[in-house]
């Protein structure tokens, strides 16, 4: 029973992707919804609504955002995403949670993964002869191993990271060209204020983001959900990086594939000739 808006998505991990346009009484509802997990499915529509302080019209409207027919298909779909979690041990070494949390990233990731909107995004980066990347902070160094992995596969691409660079090179692009910009949040300005520039310009925009709505998607001609959630004082954690790097990877072997005998030769060449760097 997948009644949500992408094949795959966990309610927890749909909220997040919905929560930068929650108004101030769906945040409260979120807010119960989060810090209550396991106490929530067993609760009526109208329990929920005295336990959140919010009128129960209000409360069928988050669901229904949510692309649920109401709170009894919500609890249906998260009782199943509970009881999945639940096979993960609550406790262990550091060395357990951060590996449960790297495989959670990457399978919520690839259940995100619209795979129609995955193949147009790949024809659309063969078609364009020039590729630009955007990120700052941590997103500019996946954007960096996203240049890395294109060019070993034949596609000249050009990661920056610097804003005022960003900015320059925005200014200078045009309907051939196609801009890579990656940011979880989605709401980094100096990527958006770059973006906006270059779909101003006529490039075509592809983002890949943790968030479905976020001023960032808003010029996106298509959108790539990963699905690490990242906590404001954990902002660059590894675990977010690897949802990114995952969908890298996904983008960049999905373009190898459109042509592998091109692809196979460059990455045959490069490794020979990088092996002369090598004692």
């Known amino acids: 029973m997948q009644t949500g808006p992408l094949k795959g998505m966990k309610p927890s ?20 919804l989060t810090a209550n997990e396991p106490h929530v499915i067993y609760l009526s529509l109208t329990e929920l609504c005295e336990a959140s302080g919010v009128a129960e019209a209000t409360v069928l409207r988050f669901f229904r955002k949510l692309k649920f027919k109401g709170f009894q298909d919500f609890k249906y779909s998260y ?3 509970l009881a999945a979690d639940a096979t993960v041990p609550e406790h262990g070494t550091y060395l357990d949670k951060i590996r ?5 990233a990457v399978e919520d990731s690839a259940g995100l993964v619209d795979e129609n909107e995955l193949q147009r995004t790949i024809e659309v980066i063969k078609q364009k002869s020039n590729i630009v ?6 997103s500019g160094i996946a954007g960096l191993d996203m240049q890395s992995r294109l060019i070993r596969i034949g596609r000249q691409a050009t990661a920056v990271i610097d804003p005022h660079f960003q900015v320059m090179l925005a200014s200078s692009l045009n309907e051939n060209s196609v801009v890579i910009a990656i940011s979880i ?5 100096d990527i958006v204020d770059s973006v906006k520039i270059a779909k101003e310009k006529g490039a075509t925009i592809i983002v890949l983001t943790n968030y479905l709505k976020s001023p960032l998607s808003q010029y996106a001609d298509h959108i790539l959900l990963g699905s690490a959630k990242e906590n404001p004082l954990d902002s660059g954690s590894l675990v977010s990086k690897i949802a990114q790097l995952f969908l890298i990877d996904v983008l960049c072997t999905g373009l190898a594939v459109k042509d592998v005998e091109k692809a196979e030769e ?3 060449e490069i490794s020979a000739n990088i092996s002369t760097k090598l004692y």
Do not use: D, W
């Open 13 to 32: 991990v749909l909220m997040e992707q919905y929560k930068p346009q929650f108004t101030k009484s769906e945040h409260k509802i979120y807010t119960y």
């Open 79 to 81: 009782a199943q995403e």
């Open 100 to 104: 449960n949390n790297m495989v959670r």
């Open 133 to 138: 990347i955007f990120g700052v902070g941590s």
């Open 185 to 189: 949040s989605g709401g980094t300005k």
């Open 266 to 268: 460059i990455q045959t």
